[in-house]
């Protein structure tokens, strides 16, 4: 099946390339197109109040504590109500849920329920922010399982696997929007002087082999052996790359990511003493990562099996993750099969 003329044209605006991906699929309502939209103004709003963060009196913390035990920064909390505000009127979503809400986030009765649903962590890496270090969003999108009505928590519970789309969006040097609903992973760069984000990186494809590991060390002592194995690999230069790998480490998910994944490498976060499950949460961090990963080449794993076939039980759930080029993933699931608990 050829693909549509011009529709990885670079330069063309996020709109234009929604428009001609929607003729791909002759019985696509235009439903899909329309969250995107939603989530795509969601991003260009969040993306400014991050740019003047720093004049608006906009850093620190709120006072507050998430679901999670952690500081809600003012930012973690304008980017959740932005794009709760933005996709809850659209009549696309049956549910939400989010890392800053405990439970599922309904749908207003005054407003139309559609068929999809929408996890997200609305600013990734906000421990960051009041250092100006590159923070994101990310998302993930599922077809609902339920037939109509409001959703119901287990339209939300899908295995990763069965995403219909997922993306994130970085505030770094520049604004820039990543998403894959299967067909290939597409990068957009928000032009601020027309408010658009055009399409830069069309079809990325990540390197096989990295030679960057990305993860905190700084929590080595406390990790199992097969993760202290595979960082000394990587250190000395017999790892798949056949030299040593630099480190690299932003304590942006969506950051290291993203630099992985344009250049090669890999990033861990194994479990610790502090996080026994790992740090990461399955649903709006590893699940919706993985599905980018997976469409550029790269892998994602819990070190047992695939991130996208893990089957959640909670909202919060955390996984061990690592993720990247395929070889140094592969490597990580070796120790694991090799090296017993
Ligand atoms: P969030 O800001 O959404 O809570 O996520 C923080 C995460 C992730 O972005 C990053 O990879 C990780 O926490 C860093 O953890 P450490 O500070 O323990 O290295
Ligand atoms: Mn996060
Ligand atoms: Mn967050």
Known sequence: MGEP??????????????AEMQQEFPEASGEFTALMQEIMLSAKIISREVRKAGLADALGLTGHVNVQGEAVQYLDEFANQTIIRNVHHGGHLCALSSEENEDLIEIPDRYPTGKYTLTIDPLDGSSNIDANVSIGT???????????????????????????????????????????SGAGVHGFTLDPSIGEFLLSHPNL????????????????????????????????????????????????????????????????????????????????????????????????????????????????????????????VELIERLYREIPD
């Open 205 to 328: 494809r990540t390197p096989e082999i990295g030679l960057i590991y990305s993860t905190n060390e700084g929590h080595s002592a406390s990790w199992h052996p097969r993760d202290q194995q595979a960082v000394e690999i990587w250190k000395s230069g017999r790892g798949p790359g056949g030299k040593p790998y630099s480190a690299r480490y932003i304590g942006s998910l969506v950051a290291d990511f993203h630099r992985n994944l344009l250049y090669g490498g890999v990033f861990l976060y194994p479990p610790t003493v502090s996080h026994r499950e790992g740090k990461l949460r399955l649903l709006s961090e590893a699940a919706p990562l993985a599905m980018v990963c997976e469409a550029a080449g790269g892998l994602a794993s819990t070190g047992r099996g695939r991130i996208l076939d893990v089957i959640p039980t909670s909202l919060h759930q955390r996984v061990p993750l690592y993720i990247g080029s395929r070889r140094e």
């Open 5 to 18: 003329n011009g529709v990885h044209e670079k330069g063309m605006t996020f709109t234009q390339h929604m």
């Open 138 to 180: 990310i998302w993930s999108i599922h077809r609902r399982r339920t037939p109509e009505g409001p959703g119901q928590i287990e339209d939300v519970l899908q295995p990763g696997r069965d995403q219909v789309a997922a993306g994130y969006v970085i505030y770094g040097s520049s604004t820039i929007l990543v998403y894959t």
